[in-house]
């Protein structure tokens, strides 16, 4: 499972406009190959916005950040010191703390 969280600022535009656009974007990032989930993130008092996105694998979220979607992101000029990080998940780990969903399967026990 791989990870990208992008986070940016917004620039001349609206909270609510941007909730508009979110909403009518969510279908395709939904429709992405290989995501697992997006957590669409939100700091109001900073007006500090993003992204943080799951996939099954680095071959989907490779596709991902070489995409349309992804550069209309990169280059939306309503949104100010973007930053992309990219993180493998420690699916391991992961499974011992994930008490509310399952992202990836509870660790065998013997």
Do not use: C
Not at 22 to 33: D, M, N, R, V
Not at 70 to 90: E, T
């Amino acid at each position: 499972m791989h990870a990208i969280m992008i986070t940016f600022d917004l620039v001349d535009m609206s909270p609510e406009r941007y909730a508009r656009v979110s909403a009518e974007l969510a279908p395709s990032f939904a429709a992405l190959p290989g995501l697992l989930t997006k957590l669409w993130l939100s700091d109001v008092a900073r007006t500090r916005r993003g992204g943080l996105y799951l996939f099954t694998d680095a071959t989907s979220a490779d596709s991902f950040l070489a995409s349309a979607l992804a550069r209309s992101v990169a280059q939306n000029p309503h949104f100010g010191d973007l930053n992309v990080q990219r993180f493998a998940v420690d699916e391991t780990t992961t499974a011992l703390t994930q008490p509310g969903i399952t992202m990836v399967p509870a660790p065998v026990t013997t």
